[in-house]
Antibody
Framework: EVQLVESGGDLVQPGGSLRLSCAAS????????MHWVRQAPGKGLLWVSR????????SYADSVKGRFTISRDNAKNTLYLQMNSLRAEDTAVYYC????????????WGQGTLVTVSS | EIVLTQSPATLSLSPGERATLSCRAS??????LAWYQQKPGQAPRLLIY???NRATGIPARFSGSGSGTDFTLTISSLEPEDCAVYYC?????????FGPGTKVDIK
């Protein structure tokens, strides 16, 4: 059974940093692109970042570029999102997600972790 | 960035009725369009990918059609559990984008 379990969400002040983690199981983690998608309270979905199977290729939404860094540890089956210079507008539930092996279509989502940026 | 627009914003129908949801792209996305369902307090769930392919375990009452810039998700006969927000998503070019969603209410 595929499982994605996020952790690390918290209340943080503007300008602060946070690192999210996503522990994966039930599939061959090292074979799949992995992603972070966020959803602000009561709002729609934003695809934040993606990383290829060996970690050599990453992409970011313009709104987080230069502030967020996606990474992975295939030995630990874990995905990360390092978030720096956080802003109020980064407040959201952050979902870890995996896509189909050959298509950027999310076939499994974690339960999400809430990041709140507020003073 | 490819912008997706969805209509209507809200759809209120009775059980057994047919629901037709629209998604329009600002430029062609070929057939690289997916649909997701999100219920309150839950993560989204994949319904349809590549415009018309049902994901594993999705009931046959859900179907998708379209290509280029205009797409449709059809729920042939609404069930009470179909009450949710439905999002379309394109994977043609990065950044991959979602539409703003259509909320389906069951009367």
């Amino acid at each position: 059974e595929v499982q994605l379990v996020e952790s690390g969400g918290d209340l943080v002040q503007p300008g602060g940093s946070l690192r999210l983690s996503c522990a994966a199981s039930g599939f061959i983690f090292s074979s799949f692109w992995m992603h972070w998608v966020r959803q602000a309270p009561g709002k729609g979905l934003l695809w934040v970042s993606r990383i290829n199977s060996d970690g050599s290729t990453t992409s970011y939404a313009d709104s987080v570029k230069g502030r967020f860094t996606i990474s992975r540890d295939n030995a630990k089956n874990t995905l990360y999102l390092q978030m720096n210079s956080l802003r109020a507008e980064d407040t959201a539930v952050y979902y870890c997600a995996k896509t189909l092996v050959d298509k950027s279509v999310i076939d499994f989502w974690g339960q999400g972790t809430l990041v709140t940026v507020s003073s | 960035e490819i912008v997706l627009t969805q209509s209507p914003a809200t759809l209120s129908l009775s059980p057994g009725e047919r629901a037709t949801l629209s998604c329009r792209a600002s430029q062609s996305v070929s057939s690289y369009l997916a649909w997701y369902q999100q219920k309150p307090g839950q993560a989204p769930r994949l319904l349809i990918y590549d415009a018309s392919n049902r994901a594993t375990g999705i009931p046959a009452r859900f179907s998708g059609s379209g290509s280029g810039t205009d797409f449709t998700l059809t729920i042939s006969s609404l069930e009470p559990e179909d009450c949710a927000v439905y999002y379309c998503q394109q994977r043609t070019t990065w950044p991959f984008t979602f539409g703003p969603g259509t909320k389906v209410d069951i009367k």
